[in-house]
C-alpha cells in the first residue's frame, strides 16, 4: 500500500477549520459505541483532544 501524503496533507486542511467540532463527535462517538473503552481516557479530555493535532 502506498501512502498518499498529498492526499494526506488535503484532508487535514479540510478537516482544520472544524477540527474541535469533529474532536467532539469522534470521542462521543467512541464512547457511546464502546463504552468499556472510557475508563482508558482522562475524565476531562482536553488534554487527549490536544494531543490529536486537530484542536
Known sequence: MT????????????????????TTYFYAHLFEHNPDVRKLF???LDEQQDRSGLR
Open 42 to 44: 482522562a475524565e476531562h
Open 3 to 22: 501512502i498518499d501524503s498529498a492526499l494526506i496533507k488535503s484532508s487535514f486542511a479540510a478537516v482544520e477549520p472544524r477540527s474541535s467540532e469533529i
